[in-house]
C-alpha cells in the first residue's frame, strides 16, 4: 500500500515596493521561483532614474534621458548580466566631462588633450598650469590613501596612533575615524593642492554625479570613499578615460520597456500608481496598506526604496537598528530642466560633446552628436528659461551616505573684481554648466 504525497504547500506571495532598478532586478531573479511577484509603483511607469522623454528640434524626435545615462562593462557587471538575459543591446558613447564657469573665461573638458587646455592663452597661465598640475598629481598619487602607501600621506601617523589606542576603546574609534573618514577638503589642504584644483576641478566632477552640495562635500564627504569611487570608475584618469562607456538606442527605457514586456504572466504582476502606506509585520508575514486604506496580506516584502522611504513605511514597527541605519541616510531632491537654452553651453564649442554626468548645480548635455541641451539645477538655484526653450521639468532624488552636515553656502565672486581676481580669489559660483 502506498503512501500518500503530502499535498504541495502553495507558492509564497512577494510583494516587492518600488519599480526602479532595484525592485526590477530582484523581481526578474524571484521570477522562475516558486512564488508570485506583485510589484507596486506609485509613479505611473517603471525605471525609477530610467527617465527617456522625447526632445523635439530642429524636426527631429529624439529620446533624451534625463537620469540614468551610461554604464559601462566593468563597474556594471550584475546590471550587464540582467540586460543579457532580457535580451537588450547597448552601444558605444562616449562619457566625456567638462566645465564652464566665471561666465566663460574656465572652461575645459576630457574629450582630449586640446579640450582640457580650452585656449591657446592658458599655454602662458601660471594659474592653469597649477591646476593641470594638481590633475596629474591626483590621477597619480590619490590612490596611496587607498593601496595603504603612508609614506607621505600622513596616515602612517594616523596607524600609529590606532595601534596606541587599542587599550581604549573610545581612542580607538576616534583614530580610525581619522583614517577612514577624513574630510576630502581636509585631505587636500594637507596635501597641499590649490583651491582652483578643489573649485574647478574636483567639485563639479564629483557634485555632478553624486548631486552632492559643493560646499557640504568639502568639508564632510570621506576622502577614502571618494577616492577609491574615482579609481573603480575611471575618474581618476579624466582624461585619458580608460573606461568604455555604453548607452541605450532609443533611450533607456528600452530594457524598461523590455522588462514589463517580458516579466508580466500570471504569476508575475506590475501595478503602477499603486502607493503603499504602511507595511506592518505580522504572524503570517507582513500586511500592506495603501493609499486608499485598503490592505492585502504577504508572505514577504522586499522595499527597493530609498532608506527614508523605507522607514517611513515601517513606521512605528520599525526595530532600533532598522532606525538607527536607515535614518542615517539622507536625500537631496534636485530638478532637471529639459530645454534647448544653448546660452548655457560652454563659450567653446569644443567642450560640449555627447554625453555628460549631470550636475546639482547647471548641466549641458548634449546626446548623440544631436544639439540637445538639457538643465539640472538644484531647487534653491533655478533659472528661468525662455518658454520656446523650456520642454520640460523633472524632479529626481539622490541619496547620500551618512555624515553630511547641512551646507553653508559660499560667497559670490566679489562684484567688479577684475576676471583674473574673480577667477583666482573668488569661491566657487552658485551656478557652473556642466557639460
Not at 562616449?94 to 591657446?120: C, H, N, P, Q
Not at 564649442?349 to 554625453?355: E, G, I, M, Y
Request: a positive charge; one cysteine or more.
Amino acid at each position: 500500500m502506498q503512501s500518500e504525497k503530502p499535498p504541495k504547500s502553495p507558492p509564497k506571495r512577494i510583494a516587492i515596493i518600488g519599480g526602479g532598478i532595484s525592485g526590477m532586478a530582484c523581481a526578474w531573479k524571484l521570477r522562475h521561483h516558486d512564488c508570485t511577484i506583485d510589484i507596486y509603483e506609485s509613479d505611473s511607469r517603471l525605471g525609477g532614474h530610467a527617465n527617456s522623454v522625447p526632445f523635439e528640434g530642429n524636426g527631429r524626435s529624439v529620446n533624451v534621458d534625463t537620469g540614468f545615462i551610461a554604464m559601462n562593462d566593468a563597474t556594471y557587471p550584475q546590471f550587464n548580466e540582467l540586460l543579457s538575459e532580457l535580451g537588450v543591446e547597448t552601444i558605444p558613447t562616449d562619457m566625456s566631462f567638462g566645465v564652464s564657469t566665471a561666465d566663460g573665461r574656465i572652461e575645459w573638458g576630457s574629450y582630449s588633450a586640446w579640450s582640457f587646455l580650452g585656449k591657446l592663452s592658458n599655454l602662458f597661465n601660471l594659474w592653469f598650469w597649477r591646476l593641470a598640475f594638481d590633475v596629474l598629481r591626483f590621477s597619480l598619487f590619490a590612490r596611496d590613501i587607498i593601496d595603504g602607501d603612508t609614506s607621505d600621506s600622513g596616515y602612517g601617523a594616523a596607524n600609529d596612533s590606532a595601534r596606541r589606542a587599542r587599550g581604549d576603546d573610545d581612542d580607538l574609534e576616534e583614530a580610525l575615524k581619522k583614517i577612514h573618514f577624513e574630510p576630502i577638503g581636509e585631505y587636500l589642504r594637507r596635501q597641499a593642492y590649490s583651491d582652483q584644483f578643489m573649485t574647478y576641478f574636483l567639485i563639479p566632477m564629483v557634485a555632478a554625479p553624486w548631486c552632492v552640495d559643493p560646499d557640504e562635500f568639502a568639508r564632510s564627504f570621506p576622502a577614502r570613499i571618494l577616492i577609491k569611487f574615482m579609481l573603480t570608475h575611471g575618474l581618476l584618469d579624466t582624461v585619458s578615460k580608460t573606461l568604455r562607456w555604453r548607452s541605450f538606442r532609443g533611450g533607456s527605457k528600452t530594457y524598461v520597456d523590455v522588462f514589463q514586456k517580458r516579466f508580466a504572466s500570471q504569476s508575475c504582476r506590475i501595478h503602477l500608481n499603486s502607493a503603499i502606506r504602511n507595511v506592518a509585520r505580522s504572524n503570517d508575514g507582513v500586511c500592506l496598506t495603501f493609499s486608499n486604506h485598503s490592505s492585502r496580506e504577504y508572505d514577504h516584502a522586499v522595499l527597493a526604496v530609498p532608506a527614508n522611504q523605507a522607514l517611513r513605511l515601517l513606521g512605528d514597527d520599525a526595530t532600533a537598528i532598522e532606525r538607527k541605519i536607515l535614518g542615517s541616510f539622507k536625500t537631496t531632491e534636485n530638478m532637471c530642466y529639459l530645454h534647448s537654452d544653448v546660452s548655457v553651453c560652454p563659450r567653446l564649442s569644443a567642450r560640449c560633446r555627447r554625453l555628460t554626468l549631470p550636475a546639482p548645480a547647471q548641466t549641458s548635455i548634449s546626446a548623440r552628436r544631436v544639439e540637445l541641451y538639457a538643465l539640472r539645477q538644484s531647487h534653491c538655484q533655478r533659472r528661468r528659461q525662455s518658454r520656446s526653450a523650456f520642454q520640460g521639468m523633472y524632479h529626481l532624488r539622490h541619496e547620500q551616505a551618512p555624515g553630511h552636515s547641512q551646507p553653508q553656502r559660499r560667497r559670490q565672486p566679489r562684484p567688479g573684481a577684475r576676471d583674473d581676481e574673480s577667477i583666482q580669489n573668488s569661491k566657487p559660483p552658485a551656478e557652473q554648466a556642466i557639460v
